[in-house]
């Protein structure tokens, strides 16, 4: 039994090497690719046990009737990647749904939804009550009509959006959104997480986690987090 289970926990590593996959160029191009499993939206909020409350068996009580449906399936984070590129930043999403088109309702009580990345000066243990603080915040966000990504500032509460040109739709569930060291102060080291919400206002009120990463996820993660650049 020892033998098999220390072939499974082989093939596991191996898995787990494989799917974060970390690629430099000869410049200084590199990504990593964090996956995410797939029908875990509204299930797994580790928001729920900040402060090792585990007992919270509600994702979000607040939400009371109006709560989301769970079958928002392009909230559903399939992998994350993260990296840069020819001297820009690089976020990329894959989710479980084709993204909702312009003009596609989104689920009733809903007027947002959207995607999160965190750039923070420490890694966040939920079970733990010490929060690290969010330096900024990238989110992409869907408001029936169009897309916007914006890049808040949690120092200045500057909250500029993004030029068009930085957003890509690589297909109906894939999402890249480029940007550069000056959008977030020049900072070259630095922890990050990633998540997505539905909102019955925008992503900064009344917004309701819906998926963030696995804890475990990938090699090098510590918490939620993961560190850039890579160790
Ligand atoms: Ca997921």
Redesign the pocket.
């Known amino acids: 039994m020892r033998r098999l289970l220390t072939a499974l926990f082989s093939v596991i590593v191996v898995g787990l090497m494989l799917a974060m996959t970390t690629q430099v160029s000869a410049g200084k191009s590199a990504m990593i690719t964090v996956p995410?499993?797939?029908g875990?939206?509204g299930k797994y909020n580790v928001f729920i046990i900040v402060g090792g409350n585990k007992a919270a068996a509600d994702v979000e009580n607040s939400w009371g009737d109006n709560a989301p449906p769970l079958d928002a399936t392009y909230v559903?984070?399939?992998s994350v990647s993260f990296g840069i590129v020819r001297g820009s930043y690089v976020f990329e999403m894959k989710v479980?749904g084709d993204l909702p088109k312009v003009g596609e309702p989104l689920p009733p009580g809903i007027r947002t939804m959207g995607f999160m990345l965190w750039i923070e000066d420490g890694p966040w243990d939920p079970a733990s009550d010490v929060l690290p603080h969010t330096l900024y915040e990238l989110i992409f966000e869907f408001d029936g009509s169009s897309y916007t990504a914006y890049m808040c500032c949690y120092a200045t509460g500057a909250m500029p959006v993004l030029p068009s040109s930085c957003v890509s739709m690589l297909d109906s569930r894939t999402f890249q959104i480029q940007f550069t060291p000056d959008d977030i102060g020049g900072l070259t080291a630095f922890w990050w997480s990633a998540g997505s919400y539905l909102a019955k206002e925008h992503a900064l009120a009344w917004p309701w986690i819906t998926?963030l990463f696995d804890l475990g996820a990938a090699p090098g993660q510590v918490g939620t987090d993961f560190h850039w650049p890579p160790p």
Request: proline fraction near 0%; glycine fraction near 0%.
């Open positions: 995410d499993r797939v875990d939206v559903d984070m399939v479980a998926d």
